[in-house]
């Protein structure tokens, strides 16, 4: 099977496009996405049909395969947008950074990774992350710099920011899912009903439990009297909407110039 699946991956110049242009991005909305692959074709093989998206992302990861790379789609815990982005199977995240951060800088991205984990709502406070300079190892670092490298970090989109705390940004949770899961076994919090890594959602204020707000919305999608699926008592979080790509479309479409007002994680 395995041999087959190889043998099918036929890299073209839309595929390589695409692939170059997906790396310069970091991480994608799946509408995105879906442009880029037809800016590709329209480059390179105008009279080519487009070949579906996901078939398309599979004959790239075919070939990727082997250099232990891969094309992964995950979505927003804020609102679960589809995303994709390329991810490195090989190195750790953390050495993968270590090409464009400082040993102090990654430092400072393991303590604020830490409180980001060990909090309850999957923020760490600009405030606390500085307080911790002057335990990094390696150069010393003063606040001033370390705000500029926290910023360094939104801009990688390792971390994003909201109101002056930060949060695992998408593409840094596609990518460090399995390294989270083996360097905070005992911290880390999963989602009771897809069983993924969990920063950002709600819990049962009874039994504990946690569920991403995506779902949140889809596993309560037509309960009036939502409860909870492990201990049966009274959901009290507000149920958030289900992303709709029609409705996201429209808007687009009659919206083209107003920007959104809340922040996305891409």
């Known amino acids: 099977m395995q041999g087959s699946a190889r043998r099918m991956g036929v890299m073209t110049d839309v595929h390589r496009r695409f692939l170059q242009l997906l790396m310069t991005h970091g991480v994608l909305e799946e509408r995105d996405v879906a442009r880029l692959q037809k800016h590709c074709y329209k480059v390179h093989d105008n009279s080519a049909p487009v070949e579906e998206l996901e078939a398309f992302i599979n004959n790239i990861n075919s070939v990727l395969e082997s250099l232990y790379i891969e094309i992964k789609k995950g979505v927003t815990e804020d609102d679960g947008r589809p995303i994709y982005a390329l991810v490195n199977l090989a190195t750790t995240p953390i050495s993968k950074m270590a090409s464009d951060f400082a040993e102090n800088e990654l430092d400072l991205f393991r303590k604020a990774l830490e409180l980001i984990i060990d909090s309850e709502t999957g923020f760490a406070s600009s405030t606390n992350i500085l307080n911790l300079v002057d335990q990094l190892k390696g150069k010393k670092m003063r606040k001033k710099e370390a705000e500029h490298v926290l910023q360094k970090f939104t801009q990688s989109k390792w971390l994003i920011e909201k ?83 029609e409705k996201d479309r429209e808007a687009t479409v009659s919206k083209p110039n107003k920007k959104s007002s809340r922040s996305r994680q891409h």
Not at 164 to 178: D, K, N, P, V, Y
Not at 183 to 212: A, N, V, W
Request: net charge negative.
């Open 163 to 245: 109101e002056g705390e930060f949060t695992l940004h998408s593409r840094a949770i596609l990518e460090m899912e399995q390294y989270i899961r083996e360097t905070y076994p005992d911290t880390m919090k999963i989602c009771d009903i897809c069983h993924g890594l969990l920063i950002q959602g709600q819990s049962c204020e009874t039994c504990g439990i946690r569920m991403h707000l995506p779902c949140v919305a889809k596993y309560f999608q037509s309960n009036s009297e939502p409860r909870c699926p492990h201990c049966n008592d009274y959901w009290p979080h507000e149920i958030p909407e289900i992303f709709d790509p």
